[in-house]
């Protein structure tokens, strides 16, 4: 039986996860929800990229969808800078009785005292009313910060450090409100862009260091964030922009476990992210263009470097469209779910079960 889904949005993560219903085997596309005009009445299959149209026009109709009733909608709308609008989305939709798998808001991956119990009760609410089942995930935080690193401490017999790490050049991260509105690239060292703001950084990856935590029994009592910046040498330009001497042009970051305000060397999450190789040369560099590193010390002793690549040659492609068939892929165990708002540790080992490309009888592969 394929499951019928909703694709909410059509932007970066969105434009993969509408391919990914429409190739996947198990999914049938529902309906398609655009918010730009230009957009509206626009066949998926277009919208997608798609060799062939599907028959299936965008609309900007909210209603439309959820009439539908499809079995799960892939929501991949804006979150970061309209938190209560996604909040009233996804509560609409789980509340209707429809099932949900979301990038963002990304402390849902993980709310238990990362955020306000007030905050994530009306999801917990809805999900409830509706009987329906939220799941938050992506890359970041996502499988490169939960599966992965829980995957490796599976074999240690001592853990002494567990450190998650995004090490990456964002020069061609094709979204400038995320770069240049909240991350705050290109402005001067004394202006604190949204990102930076006190206890945002906690708020974003705490819950990556808390399910980590949860998973391994280790009794957190907080967690703490740290920040450094490193100026422009000189004028270059990123995404149209011109990022001006002596304005942000790499960020370092780490969100740790505290345990009676001493951090718990044993969970650490850092993002070091530059818009040129070559800056901040003595921060952590990445294996290849760009990669997710996972470090365990203990015994054994593990670094994985995970190097990730487009189908154009890009790390920065590669994330996004990891990010859609991380949500994608999972759809058919969040609708198998009991009701309620999920985390990574609740959901069964997901797999690329009937992706592999077969060649036809008597044609080897290269």
Known sequence: MAYRVVQWSTGNVGRWALRGIIDHPDLELAGVWVSSPAKNGRDAGELAGADRPLGIRATA????????EPDCVVYTAMADNR??????D???LLRAGINVVASGPVFLSFPDGT??????EPIRSAAADGRASLWVNGIDPGWANDWLPLLL???CQRIDLVRCSEITDYSTYHNPLVLFDLMGFGTPLDETPMLLQPGVLSI?????????AAALEVPLDSVAEHHERFPAPEPFTVAGRTINTGTMAALRFTVSGMVADRPVLVLVLEHVTRLRPDLAPDWPQ????????????GEPNYVLDLRLTGGDGDHNTAGVASTAMRLVNAVPAVVAAPPGLLTALDL???????LVSIPARGVINP
Request: proline share 6%; net charge negative.
């Open 204 to 212: 974003a990856w705490g819950s990556v260091v808390r399910q980590l």
């Open 115 to 120: 955020v306000p119990l007030d905050l994530v």
């Open 348 to 354: 069964p080992l997901t797999t690329g079960r009937g």
């Open 83 to 88: 938190l209560s609008e996604a909040i009233d």
């Open 153 to 155: 401490s599976g074999t």
């Open 90 to 92: 996804l509560c609409r």
């Open 286 to 297: 990445p294996a290849g263009t760009g990669c997710y590193r996972v470090e365990i010390t």
């Open 61 to 68: 109709d909210a209603d439309e969808l959820i009439a539908a």
